[in-house]
């Protein structure tokens, strides 16, 4: 009993996602000893739902493991090629296939539209006081899933908010360049050196919206164009909503062209929406990359200028500050590594 008290613990200790996730597969571990431990969640359209990789560790694995960030759906398996899952999701229960191994799945909450599961692979059956034991681990996990939601999104969108965004650029940074040693100097500002991009969008004109429409349409247009967020980018791309009309995102991709098309996908989709009331709104956006000894401010900076540009420049298109600044229309602004600039 002291050992799960302890576990409790810990468990409940993390702010940060992924650190929750491994607290709970090193729960699993120290209560059941398994084979592996793989938690999944379904991505993609209803029609076409695949199962991604939120963790995972086997036997032989010193660390738990994940699926790419920037993996393509057609690369992840699909829903149907794993029928327990599906079980254990569309029956909300524990799902249980015996033999050697033994396969046990646990359907996990996270909010309304998430399909998340629990997948234990054991040498034998888990026992009854055992499952039971662990659903109740799961339930206290869920819940503390969503009080991290309920702090950390914003209420209208429930895309993250605000004040999520600077431990997630810091962490994105840290995973980028692990050691800013290591990099050399040539490399340092290069805008294609490394895999992060951060996106700023802004509707246009959306005070004529709110002015023309009231404000409870224009809340409308904010939550739908969230959805259309969602359905564009890719599967651990962070969207931000920073207040008002004014939306930030993440992105993990292998170069500047990825993070273009992507951002170009979004543009053209929000172009051609229908929005109730309304009808068609656009928006422009400003790119930049994440560079090493970045600050949060610093990228939101060179982001903004790009987004500015489109703003001043037509409105409804994409524009790329590593772009701007090679064309002469934007002059590139220096990164401080390693030190505090005070005037």
């Not at 759906?73 to 033994?102: E, M, N, T, W, Y």
């Not at 503390?144 to 950390?152: A, I, N, P, R, T």
């Not at 340092?188 to 004529?208: C, E």
């Not at 790009?306 to 934007?330: C, D, E, I, W």
Request: proline share 4%.
């Amino acid at each position: 009993m002291p050992q799960i008290i302890d576990n409790l613990a810990d468990l409940t200790a993390h702010m940060d996602r992924d650190d929750l996730e491994s607290a709970l597969v090193q729960t699993i571990n120290d209560l059941l000893s398994p084979l592996s431990i793989e938690i999944c969640r379904s991505v993609g359209e209803r029609d076409d739902e695949r199962w991604l990789t939120c963790i995972k560790q086997g036997p032989h694995d010193l660390v738990p493991k994940t699926d790419e960030g920037w993996s393509d759906l057609d690369d992840l398996p699909k829903l149907a090629d794993f029928p327990l899952r599906r079980q254990a999701v569309d029956c909300q229960r524990v799902a249980r296939q015996a033999g050697f191994p033994s396969l046990t799945v646990f359907p996990l909450f996270r909010n309304a539209a998430s399909r998340s599961v629990l997948e234990i692979t054991t040498i034998s059956p888990i026992s009854d006081a055992s499952a039971s034991l662990l659903t109740g681990v799961l339930r206290l996990y869920s819940n503390f899933q969503h009080l991290l939601d309920y702090g950390e999104r914003d209420t209208l969108t429930e895309l993250l908010n605000r004040k999520t965004f600077d431990g997630a650029f810091l962490k994105a940074t840290t995973k980028q360049y692990p050691d800013l040693e290591e990099i050399e100097g040539d490399r340092r500002d290069h805008p294609g050196a490394g895999n992060y991009w951060l996106a700023m969008i802004d509707i246009d004109h959306f005070k004529r919206v709110n002015d023309t429409y009231g404000h409870l349409i224009g809340d409308e247009v904010l939550l739908l164009l969230a959805r259309l967020m969602r359905s564009c980018f890719r599967l651990n791309d962070q969207l931000y909503r920073f207040g008002g009309e004014e939306f930030v995102v993440l992105m993990h991709c292998r170069s500047e062209a990825d993070a273009l098309q992507v951002l170009e996908r979004l543009r053209v989709h929000t172009e051609q929406y229908l929005f109730p009331q309304v009808g068609r709104i656009t928006i422009s956006i400003g790119l930049s990359d994440v560079r090493a000894g970045d600050t949060p401010s610093g990228a939101i900076e060179r982001a903004d200028k790009a987004l500015y540009f489109a703003k001043s420049n037509g409105r409804n298109q994409v524009r790329s500050y590593a772009a701007l600044v090679t064309v002469g229309a934007l002059e590139d602004q220096a990164v401080n590594v390693g030190e505090v600039e005070l005037f």
